[in-house]
């Protein structure tokens, strides 16, 4: 204001002073309203632009809803004519079609004659470019009315499954769910037979959760969004649905979720995280290898349309009609339809308590409620409409008078002519539901309360009571919200509403006209699709881990002459428990393991995070090596006794680590701890699963400060935390146990050690020749498994375990098969691809070494078996992929010292520089190796099988080789048998040397 004006306001009377203050008032008012077009206006034409940017991303979108934009309408003569609906979804639409083709898919909501259909189809093209969907009036029944509005549409809003009615009990029906796949299978067919490769598919609501899936399956790339037009129900209430992972599942299909709310898709994250037991982000969630985005998008509605109505001069000769019928009465509006949700009884009794309370408003107060009938076939509905209709004449009945009635109850639809013009003349919105997806009645409102040419104004703008259990409440911030279960609250709300200041009116409609007039259906539709083409564009398609071809593994094994198998034990052999000892194996895995591990071409090594005397119990009898709490202790099966890898390992630790584990443990229902020899492990299977992983991520903090300087590490594994030895893991025990292998020498004594060699294989008394570095490190090896292993190759039958003997020679393994389920395997994945690359690079460089020197005898084991590496140059086995390895090789044992070796041994003086031979590596150059990951997780695996029984599958297969491969070896050595006996030996020919 100007100086001037300022000034005189301090010499005005009071009277004066409240008039100048009120002109201010209105002339801030104004400009406001003219900065809000200005911004509108601006911001308008960001979305412009936005749309713009967005059309040539989007050749086609199919639209797939339940219902078509259409009402097919049957004449008396037959003739089929059809009606463009209006609703929600139609609308959003409108603003966008000039930007891109639609293709709408959906059902017609009736049953079609089958020789109707083909002419039917091709009209729907040409005409509207909508596709139909048939559907019997019999699965329309179990699918539409049965599975989608009897189960979804309660449990979605709340209200639980009933199982007892008064006619009985009330059961789930699987019928209902199998006709709800049918149906969404149908729908997959129809949008399969007119998709592109550049068309993006948008799905709607809950009729069509399985759509994504069936889509999914068919084209793998497709590109799918799905939104939800109503709420998501919290966890605790959506798990109560028998087919809930099912319905989980199928959404996950799709690229993007898109849902009205942020409480909404933090209810569906929430169910995913407990029901199917994954981690998920705000962003969204990860499940069986393809990450699902989550977004927020909150309808709105076209405020044109709505000013459009209003310029009409039949809706303006309309509202000064009303303002001349309820003239010195203040006027609220309800509009709903008669559902439970909408709170239609709670909306009467808060007015009802707000008239008893305040007599003063009895004859100054008119409710309008327009109540549209809806499914009035359905038992619960009837009920309900016969409520409304008694609780409106009690109330009517106590406080209406011979001139007016308190409550004007519409209960049919009216023309959307009519609406407009008692949502202008209306002082106040009503909005009690009890659970709402959006609610745009209150968008609709807040547009018409503008000021129309030649209509007397009312006193400020009208004032929007909204239920706090609508979804529009967290969008409408200008809004009087409140609980409608609370009537006390209601009835003071009322009263409040119809006694605000002009002023605050003005303020609060403002507020909420900027944001319905900014976020339009339009701006809903370009929003969501905006987000839906960057997610496609920007995600990078993940091929996942490629299924496990079973005939191929199977021709691997049985073409090997030498195999190493290794395996996870818990959720890999056994299902994963919640307690150690429930994990035992069943006798289906103990006998194709010990077949497996009987054939003499395979080393079966079975690697667990479970206590020794676990592994002992349940697998100590078969030929298997065996490895206990993921790697710190292992044993081979001629070993005795445990070999560990950390000897003297201090675990002193466990005194600071326990009592921070016993914290979390009290405070935290269903978990425990396991103490084992060289670890400590907090279970949490059991516990709350968001509860149970933050507690695991805040201890994993608070030990992370106290064991810095301790050579520990924190594991976060399947539900589990463990703290445990730097160096036990599983790829450190399979290293130790593969250089324990090829340690096995060519001679034994007595006892099965392996002799150091004489130098050169000289004679007593003959100088010794000069030892090649390979023979060195073949000594040190020996020397090495002697002073760990003497006494301890053969088991003594003082504890029951059978003697298996240590195979003669080292063999060259051709045939690896490594399969684990969790994080704590990817080690031994590495591991395997470092080791078959090392092996590559060394028979390449003994290849490159060799050029100019004589061809050698071939090198065979005992059996025959070849172990020269193959002469053509070295491909890349079936199986194994490009991972980074972690550079592992077979190094010396880290109990041995080198210096002092050397001084003891001048032998060992090193010698001028030569290739390693590549016959002293454990895997063959070729060997086929595959590292196999149960579940479709993100992996260092090459392969995945899908579940337990994939495995035991392959497991099968290989024992069945072994079983056939162990029975023609009998077969031939019983007829060689039978043919020496019956044969006369030639005794010239009998070489005794």
Not at 116 to 123: F, G
Not at 492 to 506: F, M, V, Y
Request: net charge negative; proline share 5%; glycine share 6%.
């Amino acid at each position: 204001l100007p100086a001037t004006d300022v000034a005189q306001l301090g010499s005005d009377t009071p009277d004066e002073l409240a008039v100048q203050e009120q002109a201010i008032l209105a002339s801030i008012q104004d400009l406001q309203r003219q900065l809000l077009e200005v911004r509108t206006a601006e911001e308008g034409d960001e979305d412009d632009a936005e749309a713009d940017d967005l059309g040539p991303d989007i050749n086609r979108v199919l639209v797939v809803a339940n219902r078509l934009p259409l009402t097919m309408i049957r004449g008396d003569d037959g003739e089929v004519t059809f009606r463009m609906s209006s609703g929600g979804l139609v609308t959003a639409l409108q603003g966008t079609k000039l930007e891109m083709e639609f293709v709408w898919i959906g059902w017609l909501g009736a049953e079609v004659p089958e020789e109707e259909q083909p002419a039917l189809t091709a009209r729907l093209w040409e005409e509207h470019r909508c596709v139909p969907v048939y559907i019997t009036e019999e699965l329309a029944a179990k699918f539409y009315n049965g599975f989608s509005n009897d189960v979804l549409w309660p449990l979605f809003h709340y209200v639980p499954l009933p199982m007892y009615k008064g006619s009985g009990e009330k059961k789930f029906d699987m019928s209902l769910w199998h006709a709800y796949k049918t149906a969404n299978d149908l729908f997959a067919q129809v949008v399969m037979d007119i998709y592109e490769s550049d068309d993006y598919i948008w799905v709607h609501d809950y009729h069509l959760m399985q759509l994504p899936r069936e889509l999914r399956s068919r084209r793998e790339r497709c590109r799918i969004a799905w939104f939800l037009h109503t709420p998501w129900p919290s966890s605790e209430v959506y798990r109560i649905l028998p087919v809930r992972k099912a319905l989980l599942e199928g959404l996950l299909c799709a690229d993007l979720l898109g849902f009205q709310t942020y409480d909404y898709a933090r209810h569906f994250l929430s169910s995913c995280s407990r029901v199917l037991e994954v981690d998920s982000t705000p962003r969204g969630v990860e499940y069986d290898n393809h990450f699902t985005a989550v977004g927020v998008f909150p309808i709105g509605i076209d405020p044109e349309f709505i000013s459009g109505l209003l310029n009409k001069a039949n809706v303006q000769d309309r509202i000064r009609e009303l303002q001349e019928t309820f003239a010195g009465r203040k006027l609220i509006l309800g509009v709903d339809r008669v559902d439970y949700i909408k709170g239609m009884p709670h909306k009467l009794l808060g007015l009802e308590l707000f008239l008893t309370q305040h007599p003063e408003w009895r004859e100054k107060v008119t409710l309008i409620q327009v109540g549209v009938p809806s499914r009035t076939s359905v038992e619960e509905y009837q009920a309900l409409a016969n409520h409304v209709n008694e609780l409106v004449g009690r109330i009517n009945g106590n406080f209406g008078t011979l001139e007016a009635s308190p409550i004007h109850y519409i209960n049919q639809s009216i023309s959307q002519e009519e609406l407009v013009a008692i949502y202008n003349v209306a002082d106040a919105c009503l909005v009690t539901s009890v659970r709402d997806g959006m609610n745009l009645v209150s968008h609709e409102y807040v547009a018409a309360q503008t000021n129309v040419p030649g209509v007397t104004q009312k006193d400020g703008p009208g004032v929007l009571i909204l239920s706090e259990f609508a979804g529009s409440a967290q969008c409408l911030s200008g809004a009087l919200r409140v609980n409608p279960w609370n009537t006390q609250e209601l009835a003071n709300t009322i009263a409040s509403a119809l006694s605000l200041s002009p002023r605050e009116k003005e303020l609060r409609h403002q507020k909420l006209t900027r944001y319905v007039k900014l976020h339009t259906a339009s701006y809903w539709a370009r929003s969501l699709l905006s987000d839906f083409v960057e997610i496609c564009q920007t995600k990078p398609h993940k091929t996942g881990l490629p299924l496990l071809q079973k005939d191929d593994v199977l021709e691997a094994y049985r073409s090997a002459k030498k195999r190493l198998i290794i395996s996870d034990y818990d959720g890999t052999l056994t299902t994963l428990q919640s307690l150690p000892q429930l994990a035992t194996p069943s006798h289906t895995i103990t006998s194709i393991l010990d077949v497996i591990a009987r054939d003499p071409k395979n080393t079966l090594l079975i690697i667990s995070g479970r206590e020794r005397r676990f592994m002992d119990t349940w697998l100590g009898r078969l030929r298997v090596g065996l490895a206990a709490e993921h790697g710190s202790y292992y044993r081979l099966p001629w070993d005795v006794d445990w070999q560990t890898l950390c000897s003297d390992v201090d675990v002193t630790w466990k005194k600071v680590v326990r009592p921070i584990m016993e914290y979390f443990e009290e405070r935290t229902p269903g978990t425990y701890i396991e103490d084992k020899d060289s670890s400590l492990t907090w279970h949490y299977r059991d516990a709350d699963p968001h509860f149970g992983s933050w507690q695991a991520k805040d201890m994993q903090m608070h030990m992370e400060d106290v064991l810095t300087n301790l050579p520990l590490e924190i594991l976060q594994g399947n539900k589990v935390l463990e703290v445990r030895h730097r160096n036990a893991n599983k790829s450190t025990v399979l290293e130790a146990v593969l250089t324990r292998l090829v340690s096995i020498g060519n001679e034994t004594n007595g006892a099965g050690v392996p002799q150091p060699p004489t130098a050169g294989g000289a004679e007593a008394g003959e100088a010794s020749a000069p030892r090649t570095i390979a023979e060195d490190e073949e000594l040190v090896r020996n020397l090495a498994k002697k002073s760990q292993s003497d006494g301890q190759l053969h088991a003594g039958a003082d504890d029951g375990k059978p003697a298996f003997d240590m195979p003669l020679a080292f063999e060259q393994v051709d045939f690896v098969f490594c399969v684990g389920d969790d994080r704590s395997d990817e080690d031994m994945f590495y591991y395997l691809k470092s080791l078959y690359t090392e092996a590559q690079e060394a028979h390449a460089e003994h290849l490159y070494s060799d050029v100019d020197k004589a061809p050698e005898t071939p090198r065979t084991s005992e059996s025959g078996t070849s172990l020269e590496p193959l002469t053509a140059s070295p491909q890349p086995a079936v199986g194994v992929g490009s991972g980074l390895g972690l550079g592992l090789g077979l190094g010396l044992p880290s109990e041995m010292n080198l210096a002092a070796m050397d001084m003891q041994h001048p032998v060992m003086s090193p010698q001028p520089a030569q290739p390693a031979d590549p016959r002293t590596r454990p895997l063959h150059a070729q060997a086929k190796v595959y590292t196999v990951h149960l579940g479709a997780d993100n992996s260092a695996a090459d392969f995945r099988v899908d579940n337990l029984s994939e495995l035991r599958r392959v497991l099968k297969g290989f024992a069945k080789i072994s079983e056939v491969e162990a029975q023609t070896a009998e077969d031939k050595t019983r007829a060689s048998s039978v043919h020496a006996s019956q044969s006369v030996p030639d005794l010239k020919s009998v070489n005794y040397d």
